[in-house]
């Protein structure tokens, strides 16, 4: 994790004693660009017969005070007319800034943080074999708002 260092790597402990490990986090990184809760696990090697369980590590990151979520759900009622999340579809977010391409998770959702600054967002949904949408909104200080998508065939069923 490039998030994640610690002062020592390698100690040795005499039986009955211990040792301080200093841990940093650091969300000035490059891998860190969106606010959120990054996890990670410190692994302990040792020669003992004890099992020794990791340290679980949680850096949260909280958003400039200038920063809204843009935030949605992606889904496609095909020819059965039964809507369902549409996995790794696109939307793409144009400011008069700068654009950003997002990919939708599992559950047909994306997400994205940027500073107010950027208004009025134009957002592109589009996935292969669905008829891509268009969505003009406006996001607020620290707060989320919602543009979700129900894409239609570009074909027609029958």
Not at 26 to 36: E, L
Not at 86 to 100: C, I, M
Request: net charge positive; with cysteine; charged share 15%.
């Amino acid at each position: 994790m490039p998030w994640l260092s610690e002062d020592k790597t390698e100690v040795t402990i005499q039986p009955g004693k211990s040792v301080k490990v200093n841990v940093t986090l650091d969300a000035n990184v490059p891998a860190i660009t969106q606010p959120g809760t990054y996890t990670a696990q410190l692994t302990v090697a040792a020669k003992t017969p004890y099992a020794i369980p990791p340290v679980a590590v949680t850096m949260t990151v909280n958003p400039p005070g200038t920063w809204g979520k843009i935030t949605g759900t992606l889904t496609g009622a095909g020819c059965t007319g039964s809507p369902a999340p549409l996995t790794g579809a696109t939307v793409q977010v144009d400011s008069w800034a700068a654009s950003y391409t997002l990919k939708t998770d599992k559950n047909g959702q994306y997400a994205l943080w940027l500073d107010v600054r950027n208004n009025p967002l134009t957002l592109i949904a589009a996935k292969d074999g669905w008829a891509p949408q268009t969505r003009n909104v406006k996001i607020t200080k620290l707060t989320s708002t919602t543009a979700d998508f129900a894409l239609k065939p570009d074909h027609t069923c029958g």
